[in-house]
């Protein structure tokens, strides 16, 4: 039996993606909600959990540029599934770490398995998605990156009240191992996919016209790629600001306001929120710039420096006289890091063939995993000596520089080039 075609398939597609990144995001995130209760459990220092935290980035850091290979080899399909299925029982496995180590042990396995999440969302875009409508389906699958993050503080509180911090773990991950089956059995390619229109074909087809030309079509291409350059060192400078919202907002409202695990799932997940609404910017901006005569590029790069004027927000909360007054600058931050990153993000999709589409995002993931690698160490050697303040007016730093090197280095492809320039 033929199955049903389905209008505008490729949203539906989207959504699912975006449902797995929710899932991505909120098993990682588990633990920056559970870490007050697992460092009074295990008796860890800041700079232990930071070690914790390390294990998770690093892994997640080398297993970028491989996920996006594996996904290219293997397709998104099979790829997306394996993985997925990885990331939810090793974030399961978390329920039997016994110290510090072997907690770090499991984010090192939840690290390596979650890279693909990302890579997976823009090889979908690049082959579903023609030009116009990439930056604004780049920002509903990286809307789920947040809103993983606004469900975490509520859920995981819930789990550790109502049972215990190992049932906060357990529920998270199986929620991955479902969406794992509803990947395997709803996704396929264009050309394989039995709910494919005709006419939704041809628009996906028919949209490439306004699509940048002479993309590189290799690995090879991808590292000489000026355009990869210039996406991969903006994330590497841009990359710590949402590590540390993710990672330490918890653990700031406890050590600076002194705040309980109910008033912290009462807080925390707000910034996500508005995180969403930076994703949806991300979208919608670059669409509307287009539409009054800005290039392709042009629109992209316009959107991320907009993002990264906004960080100066949070690099002012020093000056909050209150929980709420701090909570609404980290707020800002969270619209203006996915506005930005939106933009950043997109670009893998614009400049790089659907061939290569994944590889290219997980080398840049790994540029800007290292970048917030790197800005943990300094988190975790600095904030009980120096305080949290003189990190969030660095986050800002960075993000103002990578808009600079963004326009610096990436440019239109010159006529006659065989990769973008």
Known sequence: MTPAKTARLRWWI?????????????????????????KAEFSMTTEQYSWVVLAFQASYTVMQTVAGSVLDTLGARLGFFLFALGWAFANMAHAFATGWQSLAFFRTLLG???????????????????????????????????VGNMIAPPLVAFCILAWNWQAAF??????????????????????????LTKAEADLIASGRKDDVTHKPATKKDVL????????????????????????????????VWDLDLKSIALWAWMPFL????????AGLLPTWLMKRGASLLASRKITMTIGALCMIGPACIGLATSP?????????GGFAHQMLNGALITLCSDVFDQSTAGTASGMAGTSAWIGGMLFTLLIGQSADTFGYNPLFVALAALDLLAAVVLWSLLRAPAPGSRQAA
């Open 14 to 38: 989207i959504g699912l993606v975006t449902l797995g990144t929710i899932l991505n995001y909120l098993a990682r995130s588990t633990l920056s909600v559970a870490a007050p209760t697992l």
């Open 112 to 146: 390596a398995t979650e890279a693909a999440a990302i890579p997976a969302g823009v090889k979908t875009v690049a082959t579903w998605f023609p030009p116009r409508e990439r930056s604004l389906a780049t920002s509903l699958f990286q809307m789920g990156t947040s």
């Open 170 to 195: 357990i529920v998270t991950g199986a929620l991955s191992v479902v969406w794992a089956g509803m990947w395997w059995v709803g996704y396929r390619d264009p050309q394989d996919h039995p709910r």
């Open 224 to 255: 000489k790629s000026r355009s990869f350059w210039a996406i991969a060192t903006p994330r590497f400078l841009s990359e710590p600001a949402w590590q540390t919202f993710n990672f330490f907002i918890p653990l700031y409202l406890v050590a």
């Open 274 to 281: 508005a995180a969403d609404f930076g994703s949806l910017a």
């Open 324 to 332: 709420a007054m701090a909570i609404a600058l980290f707020c800002v």
